[in-house]
């Protein structure tokens, strides 16, 4: 079945910089791409998706990035600021599922210190 | 705006008792997900269902069951509750349609002492 690698586990970034999460995914027939953001306390939230049809998806300071042929997947977040620190966790589908079924990867704890 | 409910924020239970942790979406959603999230783990796939009675294993299904006996409602049940069931249990759904992803619950503290 379908694996998902997140790294790193944890990342600090001093505010204003970039922050750069990377995973890789191990069947090339995934085809949806979601990352969510967890905040200390609350739930996991969408914050960005990407088919496999596109190359890179940008909404503001966070943007996913999608390599078909290294099947890895990105998400860059520029201009960090303190409300950005969080656990933010990629997915990918599973091939062949008809329910939406989704592989987590373990997880990054980003902190972004002032 | 609150679409996915998880009834208990915490649990403390014993040892050997049988707890129910239910679910409920107010989205008319066809699929529902349970996840436990533990650290360095990530999340991890228990139970889901796609539709009212429906119910497919996940990976890890051992412990635990499920019941949907309306769309909106999804229950976990921990048959016989064990320390090593102690962990964060998030409830998803999403609709049967398309690729989207999931709404999550706020998820639901247990302890098993």
């Known amino acids: 079945g379908e694996n998902v690698e997140q790294h790193p586990s944890t990342l600090s970034v001093q505010e204003g910089d970039s922050a750069v999460i990377k995973c890789t995914y191990s069947?090339?027939?995934?085809?949806?791409f979601p990352w969510y953001k967890q905040e200390l306390g609350k739930r996991p939230q969408l914050i960005i998706d990407?088919?496999?049809?596109?190359g890179e998806k940008k909404d503001q300071r966070i943007a996913v990035t999608l390599n078909k042929t290294a099947k890895h997947f990105s998400l860059h977040i520029t201009e960090t600021q303190p409300e950005d620190s969080a656990v933010y966790f990629c997915?990918?589908?599973?091939?062949?599922?008809?329910?939406?079924?989704?592989?987590f990867g373990a997880g990054t704890q980003v902190v972004v210190t002032p | 705006d609150v679409k996915v409910t998880q009834s208990s924020r915490y649990l403390v239970k014993r040892t050997g008792e049988k707890v129910f942790l239910e679910c409920v979406q107010d989205?008319?959603?066809?699929?529902m997900f349970w996840y436990r999230q533990d650290p360095g783990l990530g999340l991890r796939l228990i139970y889901f269902?796609?539709?009212?009675?429906?119910?497919e294993k996940g990976d890890i299904p051992e412990g635990y069951s499920v019941s949907r006996e309306k769309k909106e409602r999804f229950s976990l049940i921990l048959e016989s509750a064990s320390t090593n069931q102690t962990s964060m249990y998030l409830c998803?759904?999403?609709?049967?349609?398309?690729?989207?992803?999931?709404?999550f619950g706020s998820g639901t503290r247990l302890t098993v002492v």
């Open positions: 990407i088919r496999s049809n596109v």
């Open positions: 069947d090339s027939a995934s085809n949806y």
């Open positions: 269902s796609y539709d009212v009675k429906m119910k």
């Open positions: 998803a759904s999403r609709t049967g349609q398309g690729v989207i992803g999931y709404t």
């Open positions: 989205m008319d959603h066809e699929n």
């Open positions: 997915a990918a589908s599973i091939p062949g599922d008809s329910w939406g079924k989704l592989q």
